[in-house]
C-alpha cells in the first residue's frame, strides 16, 4: 500500500487516498504519521480489493508469518 496524496493532516494524524501496489485500487482512509505506521503498517496492509498486500501475501500468509493482521 503506497500514499498517493494527504487530504488532511493535524499534527501526526492524516488522511489520505492509498493506493494498492498490486491492483492499483485507490481509497481513503486515516492514518498516523510515525515510523511503525511507515515501516510495518503501509508495507503489510492488505488491500481491500484483491487482498494481497505490498510483498503479494494474503491475510492467512502475513499471520503465520508476522503473527499480525495490518488494515487501514
Keep these: 500500500m503506497t500514499i498517493k496524496n494527504i487530504t488532511y493532516r493535524y499534527r501526526n494524524d492524516f488522511k489520505a487516498v492509498f493506493q494498492c501496489?498490486?491492483?492499483g485500487y485507490e481509497y481513503e482512509a486515516w492514518g498516523y504519521s510515525?515510523?511503525?505506521y511507515y515501516d510495518n503498517?503501509?508495507?503489510n496492509a492488505i488491500c481491500p480489493k484483491c487482498?494481497?498486500?505490498a510483498q503479494g501475501?494474503?491475510?492467512e500468509q502475513l499471520k503465520a508469518r508476522t503473527g499480525r493482521f495490518y488494515c487501514i
Design 21 to 23: 501496489d498490486k491492483c
Design 34 to 36: 510515525d515510523a511503525n
Design 41 to 43: 503498517v503501509l508495507p
Design 51 to 53: 487482498g494481497l498486500n
Design 57 to 59: 501475501e494474503t491475510e
